[in-house]
């Protein structure tokens, strides 16, 4: 009667009402001679209406007024405004050049990505922890531990005059490379981390600064192969002075 | 979205949501999600979409968010295993049972890969065409054609192995 036997693909757009009429009717046709393939089909189209009906109202919930068409027309709108403003705000920063330039372009360039925050996350999980790679409070050990992973590496500073004895490191990896958290504290405990990677794709040229991240303070900056950040306690009246002396040293 | 009346747009946000309860299995993400598809829809609004191809284009949109989430998923497991952490839990989806009724139907349903789940979702049950389905989940038709066999299959014999329950019941 037919021509050619249905494929498994035809079968499928059979079920979902896909097929062409005329090769919809030699399919049918086909079926009506193959009642164990009908079977099947049968079989596939009510699963397709059983889900369909277990699925109606699926997913309904009270709606939210965030997502109500009125209030989104109105943020896009605003959105449009904001973008303008946005724009004259740049403009006039440029235009006035200096510090005020330089501010607009970090704040619009890293609005969305904080810097450093893998290392702010990585002083988090193991400033505390028992469990760095190596224990080292002898400084030259700590320096061939970090000369052997990050070969063009400067010289680590004495930090013993800022009470900061090293602890210990541990080796880790991001996207861009290898990168390592060194951990140092002081008499009562207190530790400071010195966090160093591979620049990554937004960070290659990375300005120097600070920020607050809840009770931490990381201060970066980038130097030679490699971007560096300090992450110490809002109240560690060190940080300032330590990250002058790792800026100079490494 | 200018085309739209207040019903036609409310009815679309179930639809989404309900692609995305599907695929997140866990009602909070599934919120995140049409958030972040609408969000991301607003801002690019530049490409003008007449109402007929605004429902896919929104499922393509919440589909690649949804793909990325779990690529950063996996990428903060990698993270925390580097950390010492030890492998992220696998998400259970234990939660969308809170929400489904325990029918034979949908807990087999439940049981297919978030792939098969999403594509049975958007042909048998959003109606969207082989080449839209294609185009929202980035794939070529003919491995539409295939996923669509396999996962036709997987249903069947989840469902015929799973006799329906004697009494239905809310789970809450």
New interface residues.
């Given amino acids: 009667m037919t021509r050619l036997i249905p494929t498994?693909?035809e079968l499928?757009?059979y079920v979902?009402e896909?097929l062409e009429p005329a090769r919809r009717a030699e399919v049918e046709a086909w079926l009506a001679v193959n009642p164990e393939d009908a079977a099947r089909i049968e079989?596939?189209r009510g699963?397709?209406r059983?889900?369909?009906a277990?699925?109606a109202g699926?997913?309904?919930?009270p709606?939210?007024p965030?997502?109500?068409?009125?209030p989104?027309?109105r943020?896009?709108r605003q959105?449009r405004q904001w973008r303008l403003a946005q724009a004259a705000v740049l403009l006039l920063a440029v235009g006035l050049g200096g510090l005020g330039g330089w501010q607009a372009r970090e704040a619009t360039l890293f609005a969305g990505m904080l810097p450093m925050a893998d290392a702010v996350e990585?002083h988090r999980?193991?400033a505390d922890a028992s469990?760095l790679d190596i224990q080292a409070s002898d400084p030259a050990r700590l320096q061939a531990w970090l000369g052997r992973h990050f070969n063009r590496v400067g010289q680590l500073p004495d930090l013993s005059g800022y009470g900061l004895q090293p602890v210990g490191a541990r080796l880790?990896?991001?996207e861009a490379g290898p990168a390592a958290l060194l951990v140092f504290q002081d008499r009562q405990g207190l530790r400071i981390s010195l966090f160093l990677r591979s620049p990554g794709e937004h960070f290659e040229r990375m300005p120097s600064g600070q920020r607050t991240d809840g009770q931490l303070q990381a201060r970066y900056w980038s130097h030679g192969d490699y971007n560096f950040a300090l992450v110490s306690a809002v109240d560690d009246a060190r940080g300032e002075q330590v990250r002058r002396a790792l800026g100079v040293s490494l | 979205?200018?085309d739209?009346?207040?019903q036609q747009?409310?009815e679309l946000?179930?639809?989404l949501?309900?692609?995305?309860?599907w695929l997140t299995r866990e009602p909070g993400g599934?919120?995140d999600l049409?958030?972040a598809t609408?969000e991301r829809a607003?801002?690019r609004?530049g490409q003008q979409r007449d109402a007929d191809s605004l429902r896919p284009w929104l499922f393509t949109i919440l589909y690649r968010l949804f793909l990325d989430g779990k690529r950063r998923e996996r990428l903060h497991a990698r993270?925390l295993a580097?950390?010492?952490?030890g492998q992220a839990e696998e998400p259970t989806g234990g939660e969308i049972e809170s929400?489904v009724?325990a029918?034979a139907?949908?807990r087999a349903?439940a049981r297919l890969s978030a792939e098969q789940r999403a594509l049975?979702?958007l042909?048998?049950?959003e109606g969207l065409?082989?080449k839209e389905a294609a185009d929202t989940l980035g794939i070529p038709i003919g491995t539409v054609?295939s996923r669509?066999?396999r996962a036709?299959a997987a249903?069947?014999e989840l469902?015929e192995g799973n006799p329906t329950p004697p009494a239905l019941r809310r789970l809450k």
Avoid: K, P
């Fill in positions: 498994e693909h499928h757009a979902d896909r079989a596939w699963d397709a059983r889900l369909r277990a699925l699926f997913g309904e919930q709606s939210d965030a997502l109500d068409l009125a989104l027309r943020r896009l959105r990585a999980l193991f469990t880790l990896s991001n | 979205m200018h739209l009346d207040d747009w409310r946000l179930q639809r949501r309900r692609f995305a309860l599934a919120d049409v958030q609408v607003l801002s609004r993270w580097w950390f010492g952490r929400i009724l029918q139907d949908l349903f049975l979702l042909v048998s049950v065409s082989y054609m669509l066999s036709r249903l069947r469902t």
